[in-house]
C-alpha cells in the first residue's frame, strides 16, 4: 500500500487503538505493530462529548514522523468542526465525527473540503436510521461496539443486527463506504463482527495490553480472516 493511502474500500483492515498504548512511549507502540496492521486509530476525547480526555493535533503531528499508515482520527468530540483543519494539518487522513452532536452535513461537506477522507460514527443506541441518510457522503461508517469513552470495555453483540442492515444497504446501493466496528474487539467477537457485515476492525487492549503486540494483531486478522474463507 502507498503511503498514508487508505486502500481498496471494503477490504479487511487492522486499525489498533493508541489509547490503550503506553502514552510514554507512543512512536515505539506504533512502531511496534507497522507490520501486521493496515490503518493507525487515533481516539480524541474532548472530557464533554465523552467523559474522559485523551490526545489532541499535536499527538497526530508527532506520530506522523514515526508512520506512514493511514490515519484514522475518531473525533469525540462536541464541536469537532473547530478542530477539524488543525487534525488535517497535523498529519490526520481520516477524521470520523459522530453523528450525536448534529451539524452532520455540514461537517462532512467541511471534512471532504479540507481533502479528508470522511467518516460518521453511531453510539451503540443510536438507530441505523440516523446515519443512513449521509451513506453517499462518506467513505467509512464507524458503529460502535461499546459506549465511547473507555478503552476495555466489553463487545456489545447487539449492535450487530445494525451492522448487518449497514452492509446490506452498502452493497444494495453499491456504495464506496467502509464498515467499521471499535470496542471490545478481540479474537473471539472479531469473527461475529465479520459475520455482520464489518471491514475494519479497531482494536486497542486486545492488541497494547499483549505482551506482544504485533502478534497480537496477526493473531486478530487471523480469527477474521478464518471467518471469511
Ligand atoms: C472507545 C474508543 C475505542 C477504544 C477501543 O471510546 O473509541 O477505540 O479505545 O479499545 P478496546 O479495543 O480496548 O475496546
Ligand atoms: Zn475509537
Known sequence: ???????????????PSILSADFGSLADAVRGVDVETDWLHVDVMDGHFVPNVSVGPPVVKSLRRYSNKFFDCHLMMSEPGRYLEA??????????????????AALIEQARSLGLRVGLAANPDTHFSAVSPYLSSI????????????????FIAEVMPKVEEARRVIDEEGLNVDIEVDGGIDTTTIPVAVKAGANVFVAGNAIFAKPDPEEAARQLRESALARTS
Open 139 to 154: 467513505d467509512l461508517l464507524l458503529l460502535m461496539t461499546v459506549f465511547p469513552g473507555f478503552g476495555g470495555q466489553s
Open 1 to 15: 500500500m502507498k503511503e498514508r493511502e487508505p486502500g481498496e474500500t471494503g477490504r479487511l483492515r487492522i486499525a
Open 87 to 104: 487534525f488535517r494539518d497535523a498529519g490526520a487522513d481520516g477524521c470520523t465525527v459522530h453523528v450525536e452532536v448534529g451539524d452532520t
